[in-house]
């Protein structure tokens, strides 16, 4: 816990499930006070859903406004950050073959 992802510090991590934290000081300064979780379900024997949560404070006409920015920019954003994760997991995927441990360093 404590380690860094993305905008988020880690506060909850369960390894095949949920990565959550709550805002980085840089980025609490940006958007105000948020959290989130990047959840996976999966689907099947090849294949998972990952959803994106966030919860971003919401009072204040201040607030409101980031909070409006955000979501524009989240939506761009966003798409790409789950098309490069997907991606890093389809690889990670086809390097690692049915009963072995995958190696970091492979690929």
């Known amino acids: ?4 992802f993305l ?9 095949g499930r949920h990565i959550s934290g709550t805002g980085r000081h840089p980025f ?3 958007f105000g006070p948020l959290a989130g979780t990047y959840a ?5 024997t090849n294949a998972a859903r990952l959803v994106v949560k966030l919860n971003v404070g919401n009072d204040g006409r201040w ?3 980031r909070y409006a920015a955000l979501a ?7 798409r790409k ?4 994760l997907k ?5 990670h995927h086809r390097r690692t073959l049915p009963g072995q441990v995958a190696s970091r360093d492979a690929g």
């Open 63 to 65: 607030q409101r406004a």
């Open 81 to 84: 950050q789950l098309l490069t």
């Open 87 to 91: 991606a890093l997991a389809e690889g």
């Open 28 to 30: 609490i300064r940006m």
């Open 40 to 44: 996976v379900t999966p689907r099947g």
């Open 7 to 15: 905008v988020f510090e880690i506060t909850e991590f369960e390894p």
């Open 1 to 4: 816990m404590g380690q860094h």
């Open 72 to 78: 524009w920019g989240d939506l761009i954003m966003m």
